[in-house]
């Protein structure tokens, strides 16, 4: 298990698994736990926690997880059954599906934005 340096966000300070920066993942990637992706990812994202995308990180796909942080790029959509945070290094072409969106100054988004209820299924 990986820990985070920064508690104070609200999504997972420690990682089940992490694809780091100079990697490239290429298929759709199925996670139990949390995850953290530094490197880059050409397939879907699902993880049974939350999924935190680091500043240099690119994904084409989609992503789906209980909470997601965006500081890289994301050309897909997102679906969050709790919270979305972009932060302002961000950069999201795609729609987002979530009971809670968080947006940093700076953060660039293209896309639409579905509010759900939360759910504890």
Known sequence: MFKSKNGSTGISTSFDSLIGEKSIFD???TCEGAIRIDGIVKGDIKATEDVVIGEKAEIYGNVTANNVQV???VQGNIYAKYTVR????SHLNGDIEAASLISAEG???TGKCNMIEPSDT
């Open 71 to 73: 500081s890289g790029t």
């Open 107 to 109: 953060a660039f988004f």
């Open 86 to 89: 972009l932060c302002s290094s």
């Open 27 to 29: 298929g759709n990637l």
